[in-house]
């Protein structure tokens, strides 16, 4: 049977079906949902997992093995899933982690409907309608809690990506990811790619899964005619689909001058 639970963070369900096929253990679905990030984890169970973070392969059925970076404690394992692994894991029939030699290899038929169980759980009714969970779409929403600025996010295959424009004016851009757990306000160089042209270096300030900069007047009709973005963060190369920046950033100005119309 499926074991659906609530996470330890707020707006986080998981859903574990016990299905390790030779070994003691199980596999399953995490989701994790806020107003800013959307994400799926693989999570679960096996004795022989080492704890800290590591390398490892996933091999689906007879393709290719993909790799992933795998975190275990006490025998329980969690693995970040970017969206097209996380929508591959919903066809498998079986599932092979590879960890430091050892496989562990897990019957994949109800990891759909374990998928299905955590995404209801945190109010998602249909994880593949990915519009209508914000994939391919910026979601554009004011600020809390005397957060003055307006926000927009873009839940990508790799990458999520983030925009905010204050009202001073700034207008910010960056890559962000529940999978990473990064020391906030931290300055880090880094380069990006519009369309795969030349790179760009930038300085990146952190925040705890994000990473952002302050977009120079001069590059935003550069940035607002983008597609997609590769990042070459110091930590890893990721990519995101960006088009619909300008109609964005109008979103965002409107978001504005309506929170100054309702003072």
């Not at 969206?83 to 496989?103: E, F, P, Y």
Request: with cysteine; proline share 5%.
């Amino acid at each position: 049977p499926l074991d659906v639970m609530q996470g330890s963070e707020p707006n986080s369900c998981s859903a574990s079906a016990h299905v390790n096929l030779f070994k003691e253990g199980s596999a399953g679905i995490q989701v994790y949902r806020s107003r800013y990030l959307l994400g799926f984890m693989m999570v679960g169970t096996a004795p022989q997992i080492p704890d800290g973070d590591y390398a490892a392969t996933m091999k689906l059925d007879d393709h290719p093995p993909v790799k992933v970076k795998t975190h275990g404690s006490g025998g329980v394992y969690l693995i970040v899933l970017d969206i097209k692994l996380s929508m591959a894991l919903r066809n498998v029939k079986q599932l092979t982690l590879t960890v430091r030699g050892g496989d562990n290899v897990f019957d994949g038929s109800r990891l759909d409907e374990a998928m299905d169980a955590a995404a209801k759980c945190v109010g998602i009714p249909k994880v593949t309608d990915l519009a209508a969970i914000g994939w391919g779409t910026w979601s554009v929403r004011p600020g809390e809690k005397g957060d003055l600025a307006c926000h927009a996010t873009r839940h990508g295959l790799q990458v999520d990506s983030m925009a905010s424009l204050h009202p001073d004016g700034r207008f910010t851009f960056g890559p962000a990811w529940m999978g990473w757990t990064l020391q906030r306000s931290d300055k880090v160089k880094a380069t990006f790619e519009i369309d795969e042209d030349t790179p760009v270096p930038v300085q990146l300030t952190t925040g705890v899964k994000t990473a952002s900069f302050v977009v120079d007047k001069g590059f935003l009709d550069r940035l607002e005619k983008a597609s997609s973005i590769t990042w070459h963060l110091p930590w890893g190369e990721f990519y995101s689909e960006v088009d619909g920046i300008a109609d964005m950033r109008k979103s965002l100005a409107d978001c504005l001058a309506s929170r100054s119309e309702q003072k």
